[in-house]
């Protein structure tokens, strides 16, 4: 997985074609968004620190308006 931009993982958790899970553990928390079995990217957040993470061909996945910009 490679880092992404935050609007790029917003658009692709609020897509109705894909799931997402929540996993919190103390200061860790992790959110897993799937396009069917596939994890398509991930948003890993320890303490005040938050990256964004999609697999290398996330972009397909992005809906029409992220894509045009």
């Known amino acids: 997985m490679k880092l992404i931009m ?37 948003k890993l957040k320890i303490k005040k620190s938050i990256r964004f993470f999609g697999i290398a061909t996330y972009q397909q996945y992005l809906t029409q308006e992220d894509v045009l910009k």
């Open 6 to 42: 935050k609007t790029e993982f917003d658009n692709l958790r609020v897509n109705p074609l894909h799931d997402y899970e929540t996993d919190s553990n103390g200061e860790k928390q992790v959110v897993k968004i799937y396009y069917g079995e596939l994890l398509i990217a991930k």
